[in-house]
Nanobody
Framework: QVQLVESGGGLVQAGGSLRLSCAASRNTFSINTMGWYRRAPGKQRELVAT???????NYADSVRGRFTISRDGAKNTVDLQMNTLKSEDTAVYYC?????????WGQGTQVTVSS
């Protein structure tokens, strides 16, 4: 079992930046893939970015070039640096940790971008 706790959400103006952090309750070296997803009002949850234990990253087309995901095995964290934020980035952002036999989610953190 892994508990995931997100932090760093908030209100920011369009064009601004935020950094989200997700802290895992145990060592993350063995976790295959960690990532961030989001759910905007009235929409389904969607992938934002993922990073594997080997450091390979994947981004949604809508955030590529603006967001950067990183992972710190020593701190058991996965961060999402979000730059040049747009109003359409407004959503609840969820941290995820998954492997072949598990799939864990955090409670989510709200990001609101005002135009």
């Amino acid at each position: 079992q892994v508990q995931l706790v997100e932090s760093g959400g908030g209100l920011v103006q369009a064009g601004g930046s935020l950094r989200l952090s997700c802290a895992a309750s145990r060592n993350t070296f063995s976790i295959n893939t960690m990532g961030w997803y989001r759910r905007a009002p009235g929409k389904q949850r969607e992938l934002v970015a993922t990073i594997t234990s080997g450091g390979s990253t994947n981004y949604a087309d809508s955030v590529r070039g603006r967001f950067t995901i990183s992972r710190d095995g020593a701190k058991n964290t996965v961060d999402l640096q979000m730059n040049t934020l747009k109003s359409e980035d407004t959503a609840v952002y969820y941290c995820n940790a998954r492997g072949l036999t598990y799939n864990y989610w955090g409670q989510g953190t709200q990001v609101t971008v005002s135009s």
